[in-house]
C-alpha cells in the first residue's frame, strides 16, 4: 500500500451530517508511536483542529483532529480523526463525541501498554480563531447574521 497505509478503512468511516468522519483513536496513534520510543511517565498532548480547504476550485474540505507529544518532540503530529464535507461539521458534538469520550478514558485511566500505565493529559488546543470560535460554539468576530 502506498506509505504503508491501510487499505481497510471503509469500516472506520462513518457518516455525520453532509460529510463523513473518519476515526482512527487516540489510543491507537499512541500505542502505534510508542512503541518504537522508549516510554514516558507521561503524555501531554497538543491536540490542533482546523479546517482546510482540500482544492481551489471545490468546496469540499478537511477538519482533522491531530494530536502530537509535547514530551517526544522528534514525533509528528498524528491524525486522530478526519472529517470530510462540503462544509465545517455541521453538529459539533457529534463531530467531537468519539474523540472526547476516549479522552476522557485516557485522563482517567491512563494508557496502558505492556503492563505499564502512561498518564495522558492535554496541553494545549491548537487552532486559528475562527476554528476556536467553532470548537467553543461561538459567532467568530466578523460573523454576520444569515
Known sequence: TLLKTSVSITSEITTLGNGQLWY???KTCLNETLKY???PIRVSLNVNIDGIPVFKSSRLQFWPILIDILEIPVIKPMAVAIYC???KPQNIEAYLRQFVDELKGLIND???INGH???VKVRCFIC???A???LK???YFNATDV
Open 24 to 26: 482512527k483513536g487516540i
Open 37 to 39: 520510543v522508549s516510554r
Open 85 to 87: 464535507g462540503d462544509t
Open 110 to 112: 491512563g494508557l496502558d
Open 117 to 119: 500505565n502512561i498518564a
Open 128 to 130: 486559528d480563531s475562527p
Open 132 to 134: 476556536r470560535a467553532f
Open 137 to 139: 460554539g461561538v459567532a
